[in-house]
């Protein structure tokens, strides 16, 4: 769905849209969609400002991946509500850009006529994934020396502390 700042110059946009997995792309991000997106929400023009919009509304899906520790499937319900501030990138000066690249940006920008919709949920839901994608806090992994998943078996491998190798390979060099 295209946010037209034309139509907002008329009135709020408002969205109450369904997205079923695959029509918003997540390859690249190791996630998938595993539940209809649904987002819902308000998008206006800002008074006295120089374009900037102002989106909030709130999403909810359920995305899933590997989890980081035993490959087993990691599931992420989310559920959430965003306040959005998009400034057109013309407004910009090159000083400001610069600044922008730096990394303090905590204001969106726009580009043209307006913003997709699609764009700004896969944004947030990127934002919104944690960190470490793990099946539960606790689980266990698999074993780097047997490959056995420990959250099923109790394996008794001894797990060489990672140090090993290097006081190894200082060894060798002093010899
Ligand atoms: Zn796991
Ligand atoms: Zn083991």
Known sequence: MFLSIKEMEVRKV???ETFPPGEI???GA???QASPLHAEGVAELLANTEGEV?????LRVNLESECD???ARAEFP???SFDLFYRPTESLSAAEELAIDEGEAEIGFYQGAGMELEEILR????????MQRVCSSDCKGICPVCGKDRNETVCHCRIEPVNDRWSALRKISQG
């Open 14 to 16: 408002r969205f109450d």
């Open 25 to 27: 792309d997540f390859s």
């Open 30 to 32: 190791e996630v998938r």
């Open 54 to 58: 102002r989106i909030k509304g709130r």
């Open 69 to 71: 520790r035993c490959l």
């Open 78 to 80: 989310l559920d959430s």
């Open 123 to 130: 944004e947030q839901i990127l934002l919104l994934l944690p």
